[in-house]
């Protein structure tokens, strides 16, 4: 993407400025509701959720839930899991507070208007509700601060044309990668926001355009900073692996994995830095398409996973492929045991969603938004320079 002129958009919240509030021991648990449909009548309640939620529990585990009296019909607590189902009755489970694994909770403001506003993500801090994480996420610190009323403008805009809503994510952010994620403040911003993205998804599809030298026709760019395990000979590589998905222990839609019949991708890899003591490689990932955990599985396929990856190794697939739980092993809840074998939403890798430029989805000027680096990913140069500007920082200071 050519880089055009940039402006610095109206901010009304301050550069830097980092809000959120602390997680609680447990979260509020969930309810999930069903209305039977003729096609389920006459089944029994354990019929029913063993089959429609079998990724949720196993048998023995919708056994428990339904003896402990967590699911009601037609408003009535039903406890006999052999109740026979009427057509047009309402289900509710119940699914009891847990406390959730630790997470980060602050979030820092890159940039704000009252279409959009990025947040500096911390590694470790999930986006959207999903598995363990159902309150310890991105969206609910979004919720919580409209709720208090206590932002200077998150979801509170000052244009009287815009359509008030709590900012939403408008694409992925992986739980164990950090910096830039963008949200959304108005349906218009949201829709724009959604087809830059996916623009730039199906140009990769395109074999006459599939190529990172694509000028004028990219309205988004996304560069991101990693680490790399061993040593990268080329200075620059591109990687075009399809991206499909495969059955997965604990992953209930599929993990996805290089795959030749999957979807196409496009990444490009630049080497900033080798460290051969270290036996890694600091890179720079421009990415045209946006397939989850893209930059994870094409540096895992050319022979360099990310260091420190817990699921994916070389070429593009999972370190364990067997299953290890039954169908009666399950937790306290009823649910699942956590899979022994690494899930996607696993930490420890080195990768930070570093510098983001796009084409305003209703101004008409180009945004260009900085996440700082994490130490561990800055070149020598970098940290050198940013040491020397604490100390003079620090002698201004006295």
């Known amino acids: 993407m050519s880089k055009p002129t940039t402006e610095v958009g109206e901010e009304r919240a301050q550069t830097g400025e980092t809000f959120g509030v602390p997680w609680p021991d447990l979260n509020d648990g969930l309810t999930y509701t069903d209305t039977v449909r003729p096609s389920n009548a006459a089944s029994t309640m354990i019929e029913f959720y063993s089959t429609k939620y079998k990724n949720s529990a196993p048998l023995q585990g919708w056994l428990q839930r339904i003896r402990n009296g967590q699911i009601t019909v037609d408003g009535e607590v039903v406890k006999d899991p052999h109740t026979i189902l009427r057509a047009g009755s309402e289900l509710m489970y119940h699914r009891l507070p847990w406390?959730?694994?630790?997470?980060?909770?602050?979030l820092e403001i890159l940039y704000e208007d009252d279409d959009l506003v990025a947040f500096n993500k911390p590694s470790g801090l999930q986006v959207l509700p999903g598995g363990l994480f159902q309150q310890r996420t991105v969206l609910t610190q979004l919720q919580w601060r409209?709720?208090?009323?206590?932002?200077?403008?998150?979801?509170l805009s000052t244009n009287p044309g815009a359509q008030q809503q709590h900012p939403v994510p408008v694409h992925r952010l992986g739980r164990g990668t950090s910096g830039i994620l963008l949200c959304a403040k108005s349906k218009l911003a949201k829709s724009r926001l959604a087809a830059y993205f996916a623009e730039g998804t199906s140009?990769?599809?395109?074999?006459?355009?599939?190529?990172?030298?694509?000028?004028?026709?990219?309205?988004?760019s996304k560069v991101y900073r990693a680490l790399a395990s061993g040593i990268i000979d080329k200075d620059e590589v591109i990687?075009?692996?399809?991206i499909g998905i495969m059955r997965y222990q604990g992953v209930a839609n599929g993990l996805y994995v290089a795959s030749s019949s999957g979807k196409p991708a496009l990444?490009?890899?630049?080497?900033?830095?080798?460290?051969?003591?270290?036996?890694?490689?600091?890179v720079q990932v421009e990415i045209q398409s946006?397939?989850?955990?893209?930059?994870?599985?094409?540096?895992?396929?050319?022979?360099?996973?990310?260091?420190?990856?817990?699921?994916y190794v070389t070429g593009g697939h999972p370190k364990c492929f067997n299953s290890e739980s039954g169908e009666n092993d399950f937790a306290q809840d009823g649910g699942y045991q956590r899979p022994i074998n690494p899930v996607p939403g696993d930490c420890g890798y080195y990768l930070h969603a570093h510098h983001l430029v796009l084409h305003h989805p209703t101004m008409k000027k180009v945004i260009e938004i900085i996440a700082p680096l994490p130490h561990v990913l800055q070149t020598q140069k970098e940290a050198s320079q940013?040491?020397?500007?604490?100390i003079t920082g620090v002698a201004s200071v006295s």
């Open 146 to 155: 409209e709720c208090q009323g206590i932002s200077t403008s998150l979801g």
């Open 290 to 311: 946006g397939r989850p955990h893209q930059i994870r599985i094409h540096l895992s396929f050319i022979g360099h996973p990310l260091l420190g990856d817990p699921l």
């Open 99 to 106: 406390k959730e694994p630790d997470a980060p909770y602050l």
């Open 386 to 390: 940013e040491h020397c500007a604490q």
């Open 203 to 220: 140009v990769v599809g395109d074999n006459r355009k599939s190529n990172m030298d694509l000028g004028g026709v990219r309205r988004i």
């Open 267 to 282: 990444s490009k890899v630049d080497v900033l830095e080798r460290d051969i003591p270290g036996n890694c490689t600091l």
């Open 239 to 242: 990687i075009k692996q399809p």
